[in-house]
C-alpha cells in the first residue's frame, strides 16, 4: 500500500491522486476514471471525474458524506493487487472523521497500445 497526494476540486468534483515519485508514461480512460502508469506499468496516478456521484455508486455512503469527506480529505493511500488478469486497486480516503475505501477493477495492461506508442 503507497501513500498517494491528491487535490479535489470541489467545483467540478474532481478528484486527482498521484505518487509524488513518479511521472506518468501514459494514460488509461475507463468512463470517468483516468489511469495514469509509468514506464513499468505501475499505477502512480488516478483522476475520478464526478468523483462524489462515482464514488456514491460503487460504496454504501450517501453523496453529502461523500462531499463532505472530499472537502475535508486529510490522507490517501492506494493498494493495487493483481487477480487473474485484473488489477483490484482500493482506494482509502480519510478524513479527520470518516474512512471509505472505493474499490475499482480493470483489465492488466500486458502490452503497450499503439494509442501510447507516442507518449
Do not use: R
Not at 470541489?10 to 508514461?25: I, M, R, T, V
Not at 453523496?63 to 487477480?83: A, G, M, Q, W, Y
Amino acid at each position: 500500500m503507497q501513500n498517494f497526494n491528491f487535490t479535489y476540486d470541489k467545483e467540478n468534483d474532481d478528484l486527482f491522486l498521484f505518487n509524488p515519485k513518479s511521472g506518468s508514461k501514459g494514460s488509461v480512460e475507463l468512463g470517468n476514471i483516468v489511469l495514469d502508469f509509468d514506464s513499468k506499468k505501475e499505477l502512480v496516478g488516478i483522476q475520478i471525474m464526478n468523483a462524489s456521484k462515482l464514488i456514491k455508486d460503487i460504496t454504501s455512503e450517501n453523496i453529502s458524506t461523500i462531499k463532505k469527506l472530499l472537502n475535508h480529505l486529510k490522507k490517501c493511500k492506494i493498494d493495487v493487487k493483481p487477480n487473474n488478469n485484473m488489477l483490484i486497486i482500493k482506494i482509502f480516503l480519510f478524513s479527520k472523521v470518516k474512512e471509505i475505501s472505493p474499490v475499482i477493477s480493470m483489465p492488466s495492461i500486458t502490452e503497450s497500445s499503439p494509442a501510447l506508442a507516442a507518449a
